[in-house]
């Protein structure tokens, strides 16, 4: 083998290695062994289209025809260089023309185009990896007609479309995958994530038991057997096989994530929060992760941190960020300098609230002697359920702001503010929020004067509230600060799970929380009320989506009104 096509070989290698740029330094490498071969145009468009799928369809095919004309070109080097341009484009245009040039002239030109479906499959399954789902189908849609379908392809085709929400093509696959292996553990845990959608979760149990069975090795199928048993409030169920889906990876913090969660959610706060810095090791969690391992040295456990400065780095949402500023007071007790990265939206708030808090920006983040994941003040104060802080309200707004929202918030009835939905980037946002029309039977009690606190509610208060009887307050609430001087001139909050709740509960104004079944673990479960919270009570759902009787539920409290 000549060196040039020792050199191709390297890049193809590098390729498979995801080593793209020693790949073009080696390229351009090539370029300048080539010379007076007539390929030195053909490689200088290789190099400059070298990133995934820069190259489209056309330009790779007329390469391969560039690369057909070279007469000096054998089998194999050609070979080699489709299997570059194929790599560089992911292009299955090329199949035809390829496929058509061996069968014409079999003799110039060797292709394996087995090697290029395999490729582009292994891409859709690295997009399955990402949760990038509809580059994942699209990369199986390439291959779908040329492919004999197998089980894995089948199974993997119809898992990205029930990701999409394209249910009705995922099953047409999902039957497929059945037809050649009907007893496969994948068939039964697939068919269990089917019944856990649909909220049937003793069919769901039953399923995963199945899979559990063909596979007692596969820990994705134990977790989805605790899932099912969260699902029905099972908690002590969905702890113990939590625990055994540990046992098989030991290193899967995203188990140990879920578990911190669900003991949270049982008020075990010791080994709940011990469980819950898994959180930081996640790999797709936020940029804060990525501070942490950075500056692990300097990540502050609960050591003496008196005249200190510290960090603290913000994650989560905006609601998460609100409940934990709780502990604010506290540090500022120990005269700690403390600094925060946190989103802008809630800057003034703090300011307000704690103007001798510093915000940063991110490049600022290694000024400090210590950094703090924020949601790690629950460990580093030894949280428990005999020690939560009550210490509302934990916010406070100014003079001037409370005099603007005075005249803008009045009434001689009670005052009522409503929020019907969240962040629809939420993963549970679907079953947390609701629509507006479904508060009809509230804000039809002329009792009380309406207000709306949701942000980009305005065409929801169109359609559902033609007669205009709630007051939109959107355009004033700029951000939190303004939010809370709203909150603070009425007299009750009615609002699904979201930043305004915490907001409220840290104003120490009343607010009633709805709640989905399976909720978030500072909610707990069966309670009326949280400790985090003394001014809240919360309406909870008594089964899965079922919203009804839970606003029957407020507004026959409105009417005693108990608040």
Known sequence: MDNQNKLVLGILQMMDSNKWGVAKKTLEKLESVVLNSGKIKILGLLVEKFVIGEMNF???????????????????????????????????????????????????LYFDQDNLYQFIFIQGKQHMQRAEWGKA??????????????????????????????????????????????????IYSYQGV???????????????????????????????????????HNLEKSIKYYKQAIELEPHNHKYIEKLATIQLMNEDYKHGLENYESRLMVSNKQAVNIVVRKYRH???????????????????GLGDLIFIFRYIPLLLEKNVDVSLITHKSLYRLIN???????????????????IVPIMS?????????????????????????????????KSSKPKIGLVWFGNKNFPFDSERSMQLKQ??????????????????????????????????????????????AAICQLDLVICVDTAVAHLAG??????????????????????????????????????????????????????NNKF
Not at 61 to 88: C, D, F, G, P, R
Request: aromatic fraction near 12%.
């Open 506 to 559: 840290g104003l120490g104004k009343p607010v009633w929380t709805l709640n989905r079944f399976v909720t978030d673990w500072r909610w707990i479960l069966n309670k009326r009320s949280v400790e985090w919270y003394p001014t809240m009570n919360l309406f909870r759902q008594s089964s899965n989506r079922e919203w009804e009787p839970v606003i029957h539920k407020v507004r026959n409290e409105l009417l």
């Open 439 to 484: 508060f009809t039977i509230l804000y039809e009690l002329s009792l009380f004067e309406w207000y709306s606190l949701q942000i980009d509610g305005t065409k929801d208060l169109k359609l559902s509230d033609p007669k205009k009887i709630i007051i939109n307050l959107e355009k004033e609430l700029l951000d939190f600060a303004e939010t809370a």
């Open 352 to 370: 307000i609230s704690y103007p001798k808090v510093k915000l940063v920006e991110q490049s600022n983040k290694t000024q400090c002697d210590f």
């Open 194 to 232: 089917l019944k856990i959608n649909e909220k049937d979760c003793t069919a769901a149990k039953y399923f995963f038991s199945k899979a559990i069975k063909c596979n007692p090795f596969r820990s994705q199928n134990i977790e989805n057997l605790a899932l099912a048993y969260l699902e029905e």
């Open 137 to 186: 189908v699209d990369k199986f849609n390439l291959i779908t007609p040329y492919r004999k379908m197998t089980f894995e392809f089948a199974i993997l085709i119809s898992q990205s479309l029930h990701n999409l929400g394209q249910h009705s093509e995922a099953n047409k696959y999902f039957i497929k995958a059945k037809e050649i292996n009907p007893e496969h553990e994948l």
């Open 298 to 316: 300097l990540v502050w456990s609960g050591e003496k941190i008196n005249n200190k400065k510290l960090l603290l780095v913000s994650e989560q």
């Open 58 to 108: 056309l330009e790779a095919n007329n390469i391969v025809h560039a690369l057909v004309k070279i007469k000096s070109t054998n089998s194999y080097e050609m070979y080699l260089w489709i299997k570059v341009i194929a790599k560089l484009s992911s292009s299955l245009f090329l199949l035809d023309k390829l496929q058509s040039s061996k069968e014409n002239n079999s003799d110039n």
């Open 377 to 409: 003040l629950l460990k580093i104060f030894k949280t428990s359920s005999d020690n939560i802080l009550q210490n509302v309200p934990y916010f406070s707004i100014n003079r001037q702001l409370n005099l603007k929202w005075s005249k803008i918030v």
